[in-house]
């Protein structure tokens, strides 16, 4: 079946620093991918996403760009705040009720 | 616009004793509706989803069920819990159309704990 593979962290960087979450994926046919975020105590937001292969998705300064021969969607980001400290969790989508498969999660810490 | 309502946010019930959780979503029609649970260290696990009032997809055997009485209410349910029912239960919705365009909306979730 489809899977999601990820590093659970926790990655503690300091403020400013060049951040890098990788994902990859198991997946038949073509999935659409995806980054959430959860801050502490709220449910997850879609942070990002790409649909086909090359897509690059942006916001709020995070990129990840669709990997195909890879298979994979690293989550990027040039210069970390303290607010940006979340758990990310990389996910993908297919199928016919369009199931979301999430990947363990990587836990963001960033200090002053 | 579109929100999603869970309640309670958080909640200590005794092993054995019954669970029910309600999430509601507003400002759209006809949504796929989706239970998750979270547990510590693994990630996210469908529990069960909707495409539509009464029909009820269970993704993995478990103690608890799921009901869709109406069209946007979706509850979460078990008759007796047990200490592994713990975790954090988070709602989601996605429009039936458009679904990998918007992604999946989440509720805000429940801390369950079993004691």
């Known amino acids: 079946g489809d899977s999601v593979t990820q590093m659970e962290g926790p990655v503690t960087l300091s403020e400013e620093a060049f951040l890098t979450i990788n994902c990859t994926y198991t997946?038949?046919?073509?999935?659409?991918l995806f980054w959430y975020v959860q801050y502490p105590g709220e449910g997850l937001q879609l942070l990002l996403k790409?649909?086909?292969?090359?897509d690059k998705g942006s916001n709020k300064g995070f990129e990840a760009t669709y990997r195909k021969e890879t298979t994979s969607f690293h989550l990027e980001k040039g210069s970390v705040q303290v607010s940006d400290s979340a758990v990310y969790f990389c996910?993908?989508?297919?199928?016919?009720?369009?199931?979301?498969?999430f990947g363990i999660g990587t836990k963001l810490q960033v200090i002053p | 616009s579109q929100t999603i309502h869970q309640w309670p946010a958080t909640l200590v019930q005794p092993v054995g004793s019954p669970l029910s959780l309600e999430c509601t979503v507003e400002?759209?029609?006809?949504?796929?509706l989706y239970w998750y649970r979270q547990a510590a260290g693994r990630g996210l696990q469908l529990l069960f989803y909707?495409?539509?009032?009464?029909?009820i997809s269970s993704e993995v055997p478990q103690n608890l069920s799921a009901s869709r009485p109406q069209d946007r209410q979706f509850i979460l349910s078990s008759k007796k819990l047990l200490l592994s029912d713990s975790g954090f239960y988070l709602c989601?919705?996605?429009?039936?159309?458009?679904?990998?365009?918007?992604?999946?909306?989440f509720g805000s979730g429940t801390r369950l704990t079993v004691v």
């Open positions: 989601a919705w996605s429009d039936r159309d458009t679904p990998l365009v918007y992604g999946y909306t």
């Open positions: 997946a038949t046919g073509y999935p659409s």
């Open positions: 790409a649909t086909k292969a090359d």
């Open positions: 996910a993908l989508s297919q199928g016919g009720y369009q199931k979301v498969t």
């Open positions: 400002g759209t029609s006809n949504p796929n």
């Open positions: 909707s495409v539509g009032i009464g029909q």
